[in-house]
């Protein structure tokens, strides 16, 4: 799943060498993808036939969370250790590979931490309001299924927790890197651990649907000077909102 995006630039020439979808765990294609212009987010489902699904897709992320419905539900059971951060820029946003051994508990089934990266701002909104970026924790399941945790990041108080990786943030596309520092994903999580929760999709090509999405309610905060450090690699890696299809949106309501 930490397959890297390689894009050359030569002149006036764009030479396709490679592309990828950070969330993918297999790369069917390697069409190269942008947030602008010609390979923007409008023309993501026209590259190739395995990013069709961008537009015929009816399950897409993100969404805006409007009028969920209360649920009693399970929280989360987040089993999350320290790892050293493995960090790459993969020409889209700023992921941190994690190792081995991390996992959530969702409705009964284990889904291992995989990696988790940045949008800025938001990919999802929340009642029409987006944040200042959004933290997205992406997990497998034994049988392949993805469940991807999501945090909104606004702006506020100093948060060390994220400090691990934000003193090693690749400013150029790079290869995945280990670093001398070590990061728990746990603190990057709210305290309030209920969730809005939907099915959807990637938000990157190929768009792949079957997504169990689990939205944190709680934002996070971040510094200002902190959010700028991720916004001068990368600002408007953020994918539209998606129409919601009628999909059901819960939220929990239970502690
Ligand atoms: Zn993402």
């Known amino acids: 799943m930490n397959q890297r995006c390689v894009h050359a630039v030569l002149s006036a020439v764009i030479v396709l060498v490679a592309g990828c979808a950070h969330e993918q765990p297999s790369a069917p294609s390697h069409a190269h993808w942008s947030y602008q ?12 036939p395995d990013y069709a699904l961008c537009s015929t897709g009816k399950q897409q992320s993100p969404i805006d969370v409007v009028s969920p419905a209360p649920a009693d539900l399970a929280n989360i059971a987040f089993h999350y250790d320290p790892v050293p951060v493995e960090i790459l820029n993969n020409g889209h946003t700023i992921q941190v590979n994690y190792a081995a051994g991390s996992y959530i508990e969702l409705d009964g089934q284990r889904y291992d931490l995989a990696q988790f990266h940045f949008h800025s ?58 670093t001398a520092d070590t ?14 929760r939907y099915e959807g999709s990637l938000t990157t090509p190929p768009g792949t649907e079957g997504v169990r999405w689990n939205l944190l309610v709680q934002p996070v905060s971040l510094s200002k000077a902190q959010l700028d450090a991720f916004r001068r690699i990368y600002h408007g890696n953020n994918r539209p909102l998606q129409p919601l299809n009628g999909r059901s949106i819960v939220r929990d309501t239970s502690p």
């Not at 390979?39 to 993501?44: M, R």
């Not at 990061?183 to 809005?196: G, N, V």
Request: a negative charge; glycine letters at 10%; hydrophobic letters at 40%.
């Open 121 to 178: 701002p938001s990919e999802h909104h929340v009642a029409g309001k987006p944040a200042a970026a959004e933290l997205h924790l992406v997990h497998k399941s034994a049988s392949g299924q993805l469940a991807v945790v999501g945090v909104m990041l606004q702006e506020g108080p100093f948060n060390p927790g994220f400090e691990p990786v934000w003193r090693n943030l690749p400013v150029q596309e790079s290869p995945a890197t280990i």
């Open 183 to 196: 990061i728990d994903a746990d603190a990057l999580l709210p305290s309030d651990r209920r969730t809005y």
């Open 37 to 48: 212009g010609a390979t923007g987010p409008e023309h993501w489902g026209s590259l190739s």
